[in-house]
């Protein structure tokens, strides 16, 4: 397949972020870019962001109960 290559200007920390997810899926920043680009297109994203609002909009009482245990534990200090 041919490739077209594109060029973007990004702060310093989305270039260093972007690097670093590449480098952790094992991809080179092209793949990486493409692999996003594709996800969204696919709306496999959306679809990932509402699945996790639907857990946290069931199970956040759950979180907070394990927080205020915590917070309350004898010793617990403030982060």
Do not use: N, W
């Not at 989305?14 to 594709?38: F, H, M, N, T």
Request: net charge negative.
């Amino acid at each position: 397949m041919a490739k077209t290559q594109l060029g973007a200007r990004v702060d310093d920390e989305v270039a260093e972020l972007a690097r670093a997810r590449a480098k952790d899926r094992g991809l080179s920043i092209g793949d990486y870019i493409a692999q996003l680009v594709r996800e969204d297109a696919d709306g496999l994203r959306v679809r990932g962001l509402d699945a996790a609002r639907r857990f946290l909009d069931e199970h956040q009482a759950v979180f907070d109960e394990a927080e205020d245990a915590e917070q309350s534990a004898p010793g617990a200090r403030a982060a």
